[in-house]
């Protein structure tokens, strides 16, 4: 017997575009529940990053959800755990001021505004520290869920769950997906890379404002989630920027790229 | 510093009116992770029935939340720790052939349509067996919250935190009661059982289908949450069937009540 409003089979959202990325999860426990909340609501790509297998208290509280571990694939670092997937949407519990935070429901919308085959990255980071502004860097967006206290910030697996659910809440519904469908992760973050050595070579760049640029240069182009027509007009003003920087100076100069 | 989007203080709901009940729970790892829900989303009277205190484990889980544990009010019945709210929901992952369930969105929406002095219990069964048919027939109303595939459910802690965040979620939009406030759970309870004994008196229920007709008065009156008017409505009623029932063959019969 079915109950009259469940859900089992629909999915207009396309879950099996989305993936789960842990980073360094310090529990087993945690990864277990992760697995549950994903069985539970219909996800089933599970990435762990700088861990090399799982403890049997990840398979303890994974009940009857032991083919999502099964199928986990393991990664030395984050960039090699994103770069099949579009977009990574990293969630934090913390204010980063570097970094413009989209609010929950934001967040899920922005995920489906995306075509249907956009493949989606959600990025959960360490249960105390969260993750590093190098990990939000390396992201599109940056999400956080609405808490009623500063502490304690959700549980790992709670906060996997509370983003799946508000996905699922809205499989039923259907996406109607607006957007340009968005160069794969390692081409937007190459593109990222080359407008860094752009502005290295523009002086804009150098030793003592180095971090904090190119932390702002990766939060904003990662936010813009690029697409092919953005990568070549961007490539077209980051050339000529750097043509007229050097042509005066380096008349010269071969850099055309 | 604080989050633009950060919900820290607003409560248009009411969320001190709320009760998490847990009957039997197995785990107490689950009771931690279920008062950590709650402190995230501001919620703090739980009440744990049929245990009798709490072992280390709730405390290792309920990281920041100890306030919770702290003041957690333990009952040897359920009739115990419902007598003092109004209106009990019970959150159900199978299917219950002999109740009305109600789903997710509506069972939300039905805690916020009445009075903001409404006292409301969430009441969650044990790990694996989830609510008797008992247990869920004193509850005013049962939910089930939706999820992609039949097995696992949501894990005990799971549960009531997307039921939680569910209420949380709309805490800053404010509740728009539209019903008259209910009676106390007790009341409620009072009511049902004469009404028993007044079918019971008219021969409605006898000894073969007595089980199968309490599961279904209690369910049907359960779901009216009912108040000091309908109380009043069913007693008359009630009495005047009794009434013409006993009349023709025992005129001299006393019950008038």
Known sequence: ?????????????????????????????????????????????????????????????????????????????????????????????RVRKKFAILTFPEALETMLRFPLDTRIGLLFGKERTGLTGEELGSANFIYSIPQAVRQPSYNLASAVLLSLFGLFGRSAEGAFPREEPPLLRRDQDDCVRVILMKLEKTGFIHATNRTHITRKVQDIFGRIALTDKDRKLLMAIFNKSVERVYRPCLPGNQEKD
């Open 1 to 93: 017997m079915k109950l009259p409003f469940e859900t089992e089979g629909v999915d207009k959202i396309g879950r099996s575009r989305f993936a789960v990325i842990l980073i360094r999860p310090d529990s087993h426990e945690n990864i277990g529940l992760v697995a549950r909340a994903m069985k539970n609501t219909g996800f089933a790509d599970l990435r762990l990053v700088g861990i090399d297998g799982l403890e049997p208290e990840a398979w303890r509280t994974a009940v009857h959800a032991e083919d999502i571990l099964d199928n986990a694939r393991f990664y030395p670092d984050l960039a090699a755990a994103t770069k099949s997937l579009h977009l990574v949407f990293a969630s934090t519990a």
